[in-house]
């Protein structure tokens, strides 16, 4: 039984589109993070909820925005996508700061 | 300006043998280090973490040590198995709930 999901697992889109990652996590964490992962590899936060509040908001475009619905779920959508937005998303939750646990990772074309 | 940093993209080494991988950090107050593995098409998984207030953490082949005044990080594994080939991150927490991440190691292990 999958611990923290992620859809999709690959998306292909055009500059100036919008588009939805869903995240969803079965393991009654409290906290749900966003992090993007770039071309030079480093993994890097850009939002974390805690029981559906925003308590982390990196400096990160507004085109992006997280949607909590409830706890077990964080959802991203990105607003006219660019090219730059180009990456792996992965969600990940956790109970404490230190354990997180991570999604598979959704990777992001944009052409 | 990054906060942590992991030096060697990639290391390979003979199966059997002692894995050792490296990280730098900038910010002596960090309190709290992790270390992440990750395989190919899924999200990072929590290995071993330490505590400023120890040098030295032990996990079965895993060990962590700490050198503050160097701001220092290593991991060491031994004996090397081909199952540890992977990417391995280093990792700090900054504040309540937040962490932040090197841009990796590729750990070869070579039969």
């Known amino acids: 039984d999958t611990a923290v999901s992620q859809t999709p697992k690959y998306l292909v889109t055009q500059m100036g589109n919008d588009k939805s990652i869903k995240c969803e996590q079965n393991l009654g964490h409290d906290t749900m993070y966003w992090y993007k992962q770039d071309s030079k590899k480093f993994l890097k936060i850009m939002f974390s909820?805690?029981?559906?509040?925003?308590?982390i908001n990196e400096t990160v475009p507004n085109r992006f925005s997280p949607k909590s619905p409830d706890k077990a779920h964080l959802n991203l959508h990105i607003n006219s996508l660019e090219l730059g937005d180009s990456a792996v998303y992965f969600c990940?939750?956790?109970?404490?700061?230190?354990?997180?646990?991570f999604g598979p990772g959704t990777r992001l074309t944009v052409l | 300006d990054q906060q942590v940093k992991q030096n060697s993209p990639s290391l390979s080494v003979q199966e059997g043998r002692i894995s050792i991988l490296n990280c730098d950090y900038t910010n002596s107050m960090f309190d709290y280090f992790l270390w992440y593995k990750k395989y190919p098409a899924e999200g990072p998984t929590f290995l071993i973490s330490i505590s400023s207030i120890k040098d030295k953490n032990e996990d079965g082949r895993f060990t962590v040590f700490l050198n503050k005044s160097a701001k220092h990080l290593s991991l060491h594994i031994v004996p090397s198995q081909p199952g540890d080939s992977a990417v391995y991150f280093c990792a700090v927490r900054q504040g309540a709930q937040k962490l932040v991440f090197g841009q990796g190691t590729r750990l070869t292990i070579n039969p």
């Open positions: 990940a939750s956790s109970q404490s700061p230190d354990t997180q646990y």
């Open positions: 909820y805690n029981n559906k509040e925003l308590i």
